[in-house]
């Protein structure tokens, strides 16, 4: 993640996704940022601040507390950071903790960095990890030059061993989301003892959430009520042990305008 990237429409869809999956639960879940610094080129916000008609009409019904709460942040206050999550109406501290520390790709702080998250984050039920570009490649290894825009297999499995629930932000362009989202799935499942997880597609963005055993009823209900309230712009699917992505049941979309 990055700063420059806070605000735009697949933060909308992120923090929308969360928002339901924490169940609102006070001291139950956590944000490890992932930060990494900023390039110059922030993503696009159109979609917040065009006039109020527009809005209306678009995007503003998924969640109008979170929309107007990061067109505030954006459009008012031209502030474009992740402190700014912390909010009631955006990533309510009260059920967030957040790591916001900077990710180096050296590979003993990289160690020393989850470390510390999994320290302040021990009891959560839900962990989220935001990458700039997801799960591990072949060829970034942990520790060279561009590997603090991944997370690694090992720091995955670490984190779910600790009894957390586990999402993740991964990108995707140019491939399939569906071929992306297959890869990935039996990624996850050759290394985590797991029996289904799920994935919620968006444009150019996948979430991938595995649940403990404990968790997993709590979070099928909620998976269900991201496809109804953000019907059309999240799509959630259920995925079950196998060796290939089978017997997966997508929420159905609902017609909705497009937000883009």
Known sequence: MKNEFFGDIRDYRKYGLLRILSGGKKASS???????????????????????????????????????????????????????????????????????????????????????????????????FDPDNGLETKGVPAGRKGSSKFLYLDELLCAFNKQHSILI??????????????????????????????SFKTNNVIFFLIPQTKHLKELKERSEQVGKVWAGQIQPCWHRRTAQVIDAKVTPELTHRRCT
């Open 30 to 128: 956590a944000v490890c940022w992932m930060l990494t610094p900023d390039v110059v080129r922030p993503t696009k916000v159109d979609y917040l601040c065009r006039d109020k008609t527009w809005r209306y009409k678009t995007c503003w019904h998924f969640d109008e507390k979170l929309f107007d709460a990061l067109q505030q942040a954006v459009c008012v206050d031209e502030e474009r950071k992740v402190a700014r999550a912390k909010h009631a109406d955006i990533l309510n501290p009260e059920v967030f903790d957040f790591h916001e520390e900077q990710l180096k790709d050296d590979i003993n702080k990289r160690r020393e960095y989850f470390e510390r998250f999994l320290i302040r984050s021990e009891g959560k039920d839900l962990l989220f």
């Open 169 to 198: 932000f991964q990108f995707y362009r140019q491939i399939a989301p569906e071929v992306v989202i297959n890869r990935r799935a039996e990624q996850i499942f050759s290394r985590l003892d797991v029996k289904e997880i799920a």
